[in-house]
């Protein structure tokens, strides 16, 4: 089955830019989508389809997908970014969707 | 804007039927797909199932055969059964719909489930 790779955790400090990765086979052939999910709280989708944003995601969230890696950046970073992110994909072979690993998003 | 809450025990005896509703508002759930997702303390996102705005369904195959998932559409609720409960199954379980069956645009807060006796 399809596998993502993601980094376990990411550390920026407050102002800088967070790049968090996603791997996988040739995931640019794929749609890749994005979830924040804070702590005690449900994911929500902040990028949709490699680089789209759903209504109320704010413009310092954006998304490429090409190759094998797929990448989630978060500019201006806040303590509010701090969470953990998914990555997601639909693996046709098997009609379900395959989620990354999460990575943890620390703000210094 | 569809909002989606989960609601069942919490908790389960070890051997027992998980069984939990996802109540949705704001539409009617006829039109949409819906899947069923858990996370274990401290873990990632797991996908359970998935059922179709045609009825069919799909199943993660390493639940092995325990899981069932249907909707009711006169009261707009989603349900979630998984079969033979081991410690294994506590989770806090999420439904979502699934826009363009493809992604998960619309989460429930989650409803944690405890395997315990």
Sequence with gaps: SYVLTQPPSVSVAPGETARITCGGNNIGGKSVHWYQQRPGQAPLLVIFYDSDRPSGIPERFSGSNSGNTATLTISRVEAGHEADYYCQVWDRSSDHPVFGGGTKLTVL | ?117
């Design chain 2, 1 to 117: 804007q569809v909002q989606l809450q989960e609601s069942g025990p919490g908790l389960v005896k070890p051997s027992e039927t998980l069984s939990l509703i996802c109540t949705s508002s704001g539409g009617s759930i006829s039109s949409s797909s819906w899947t069923w997702i858990r996370q274990s303390p401290g873990k990632g996102l797991e996908w359970i199932g998935h059922i179709y705005n045609n009825g069919t369904t799909n199943y993660n195959p390493s639940l092995k055969g325990r899981v069932s998932i249907s909707v009711d559409t006169s009261k707009n609720q989603i349900s979630l059964k998984v079969r033979s409960v081991t410690a294994a199954d506590t989770a806090v379980y999420f439904c979502a719909r699934a826009a363009a069956t493809s992604l998960f645009d619309s989460w429930g807060q989650g409803t944690l489930v405890i395997v315990s006796s």
